[in-house]
Antibody, heavy 116, light 113 residues
Framework: EAPLVESGGDLVQPGGSLRLSCVAS????????MHWVRQAPGKGLEWVSV???????YYADFVRGRFTISRDISKNTLSLQMNSLRADDSGVYYC??????????WGQGTLVTVSS | DIVMTQSPDSLAVSLGERATINCKSS????????????FGWYQQKPGQPPKLLIY???TRESGVPDRFSGSGSGTDFTLTISSLQAEDVALYYC?????????FGGGTKMEIK
């Protein structure tokens, strides 16, 4: 199981922006489906976005137009650019290596807090 | 969007006894093209990320103990733990990956009676 290490989580004000990163080791991010899944404190799991091998992206309705998933092959990194952040975007964001749409291997997560 | 409804919300079972969690989807997850159910189960322990237990409704992930089994097809699915162990105390989630957006059930908290 190749590790995934997320970073970039922070405290940000409502309306602000944040960029999350996920460095992959042991495999190439462009050879896999790569997902972001989030979990608000004490709540359940919410799928956020995926980028497939061809580079096609999909988003949950609640982030479409605000969040952008991307990958950097040279750095073997997955990213999530988050704009117009709201309080209900707070939570742990997990980077997940997919077997297609199956969210198979999960990173440890990075905490995003949106608060004034 | 496909809605996933899990039951019960919490479950207390004695050590060594059978535990069963149910999940119902708002539409069929059975693909006519490959006859597979696009459905999985996850386990999450406190302070840890979720771990994939079961995919294609009944295929156990590598390393998952065989006391965990998945069954069901179409819209109704079940996770069974045949003999509950202390280390199985966790939250369990179902998920559909039939179509984006992927969606999860609300979770079931498994406890020892």
């Amino acid at each position: 199981e190749a590790p995934l290490v997320e970073s970039g989580g922070d405290l940000v004000q409502p309306g602000g922006s944040l960029r999350l990163s996920c460095v992959a080791s042991g495999f190439t991010v462009s050879d896999q489906y790569m997902h972001w899944v989030r979990q608000a404190p004490g709540k359940g799991l919410e799928w956020v976005s995926v980028i497939n091998i061809e580079g096609t992206t999909y988003y949950a309705d609640f982030v479409r137009g605000r969040f952008t998933i991307s990958r950097d092959i040279s750095k073997n990194t997955l990213s999530l650019q988050m704009n117009s952040l709201r309080a209900d975007d707070s939570g742990v964001y997990y980077c997940v290596r997919g077997k297609g749409f199956i969210t198979r291997f999960w990173g440890q997560g990075t905490l995003v807090t949106v608060s004034s | 969007d496909i809605v996933m409804t899990q039951s019960p919300d919490s479950l207390a079972v004695s050590l060594g006894e059978r535990a069963t969690i149910n999940c119902k989807s708002s539409q069929s997850l059975l693909s006519s093209s490959d006859n597979r159910n696009y459905f999985g189960w996850y386990q999450q322990k406190p302070g840890q990320p979720p771990k994939l237990l079961i995919y294609w409704a009944s295929t156990r992930e590598s390393g998952v103990p065989d006391r965990f089994s998945g069954s069901g097809s179409g819209t109704d699915f079940t996770l069974t733990i045949s003999s509950l162990q202390a280390e199985d105390v966790a939250l369990y989630y179902c998920q559909q990956y039939y179509s984006a957006p992927l969606t999860f059930g609300g979770g079931t908290k498994m406890e020892i009676k």
